[in-house]
């Protein structure tokens, strides 16, 4: 059977920015590069993209961060039923567990009615998934604990390839392969344009995302 998570509509937790910042601070970056194409969205106002390296490497990309960002291109847009999978590692054991994982149903990126969902992992073995309207998020499935997240070791990291199966009505998580939840379509936002989250003071390859048309209608 299938593990529902709809009912797990939850506000998060808020923590004071001056508080947070304080203990984790954004690591300063030899930064300021993104690819031509790319587009960088900053999670707060006041972070700065010298702090921001975003490099090609192989046929994906390499991140090195201070702050959170959201990636993407304009062209990589997925509607109706389809499939989006990329992988992900995580070259370096962070300070604290920190996400990375996928974006979908984007838009609205780079004004203030910004909307989009997102999965991600993290190197404590847990997943979450969040939807995010503007300068507000929801929790669709906390931070959850599943034995497909791999962990890194040490210092030599951990590769997770996550999943995003939207059909007619459900819209399934995958991570390497095991679904680790299903919530009902309208739970989340998956008409749009399709990229990366990587949460701050992370290193992470991220591969090419393959989007793959799932059915018809939707």
């Not at 509509?9 to 690819?35: H, K, T």
């Not at 389809?82 to 979908?104: C, D, K, M, N, W």
């Not at 040490?154 to 995003?164: F, K, M, P």
Request: with cysteine; hydrophobic share 40%; net charge positive.
């Amino acid at each position: 059977m299938r593990n529902r998570h709809l009912g797990f509509l939850l506000l998060a937790l808020a923590v004071p920015s001056g508080v947070a910042a304080q203990d984790d601070p954004d690591q300063a970056v030899a930064g300021g590069r993104i690819p031509t194409g790319w587009s960088v969205r900053l999670d707060r106002a006041d972070a700065k993209m010298e702090n921001v390296r975003i490099v090609k490497m192989g046929d994906g990309l390499h991140a090195t961060l201070g702050p959170a960002v959201i990636l993407y291109r304009m062209r990589d847009q997925a509607k109706g039923q389809y499939r989006i999978a990329a992988s992900f590692t995580q070259t370096r054991a962070a300070r604290h567990p920190e996400g990375y994982g996928l974006l979908v149903g984007g838009s609205d990126l780079e004004a203030a009615g910004q909307r989009y969902t997102y999965f991600l992992v993290r190197q404590d073995g847990k997943f979450l998934v969040k939807r995010r309207d503007g300068d507000s998020t929801s929790v669709v499935v906390p931070w959850t604990e599943h034995a497909a997240v791999r962990n890194p070791e040490g210092e030599r990291g951990a590769t997770n390839e996550l999943a995003i199966e939207v059909g007619r009505e459900e819209v399934a998580f995958l991570v390497n392969g095991a679904e680790v939840a299903t919530v009902e379509r309208s739970a989340v936002d998956v008409g749009g344009i399709c990229g990366y989250r990587v949460n701050h003071n992370l290193d992470v390859h991220l591969s090419s995302l393959k989007v793959t048309k799932r059915g018809t209608g939707g």
